[in-house]
């Protein structure tokens, strides 16, 4: 779990992925939260918590939770936001689609089902993420409902793949790693999330949604050159250059555990 102000949300977030009873362990990685966000989380049973020491911003939170979570010996990992904007409900199903093989990356999908304005996504949220969605398909040669979810599972192989350490530290983070799963080959699939709206929810101002939504753009254009072999550049790298995440078991632990562990985000969108 990525978090940033959550404490309004986390215990709610928190009880609703153990009512699943699948997940293994919980790590929480604080953004230097400004409420009692770390103070909430270290009374909670069987979660890690790790504070940064200054702000890195959403991407940068993630990249410590998945080198966390590999240090752990995860084999499938689920990053959830702990302001309960998504649903714990799915962890099960998105963790069996990864555990049996059918796609090694699973996203929360608020565009399935109609559930992005039913729960409240501002109109012009949505109008911002049907036109990028259709953008990015084109330029990357796929056919997802959206890209811009929060809600995701990952196999342990694709995080020891992807070098997310070159990717941005800001909101467009999410979206370079899901182009990169595309450049290495993976395929991603989705289930239908409903999605929730309201004052406690994290979200992003129209202001930075729009520099999210260039740099959305900035990355599926270098995606469509580096195929074309028109650019070079390193989110994309030449195939067979390994540059995946390098981790080592924790201290102390023998093997990787057999469930999940779960990782929800600092903000929502």
């Known amino acids: 779990m990525p978090a940033y102000n959550a404490a309004r949300t986390l215990r709610q977030t928190y009880d609703e992925v153990r ?63 702990p302001d309960y904007q998504y649903t714990p409900l799915l962890i099960p199903a998105m963790v069996s689609i990864v555990a049996n093989g059918l796609h090694p990356c699973v996203l929360g999908s608020r565009i399935l089902g109609g559930y992005s304005l039913k729960g409240g996504m501002p109109w012009w949220k949505y109008v911002f993420n049907r036109f990028l969605t259709l953008a990015e398909n084109i330029l990357l040669g796929a056919k997802l409902s959206e890209y811009h979810t929060g809600y995701r599972a990952f196999s342990r192989e694709i995080l020891e793949r992807l070098h997310l350490s070159d990717n941005s530290n800001d909101f467009v983070f999410d979206n370079q790693m899901l182009a990169q799963i595309f450049w290495h080959g993976f395929t991603i699939g989705e289930v239908s999330c409903p999605t929730k709206y309201f004052p406690e929810a994290s979200s992003i101002n129209f202001r930075r949604s729009v520099r999210y939504g260039l740099g959305c753009l900035g990355t599926g254009l270098t995606f469509r050159l580096a195929k074309m072999g028109l650019l070079r550049s390193r989110l994309f790298p030449s195939p067979g250059k390994s540059l995946g995440i390098k981790s080592q078991p924790a201290p102390g632990e023998s093997g990787p555990p057999e469930g999940p562990l779960t990782s929800p985000p600092p903000t929502g969108r």
């Open 19 to 81: 009512d699943q009873q699948i997940v293994d362990k919980i790590i929480l990685v604080d953004d230097q939260s400004r409420d009692d966000t770390v103070a909430i989380a270290r009374k909670l049973e069987g979660v890690q918590v790790h504070v940064h020491e200054a702000n890195t911003g959403y991407g940068g939170n993630q990249k410590t939770c998945y080198r966390l979570a590999l240090a752990e010996g995860a084999d499938i990992v689920i990053m959830i936001h």
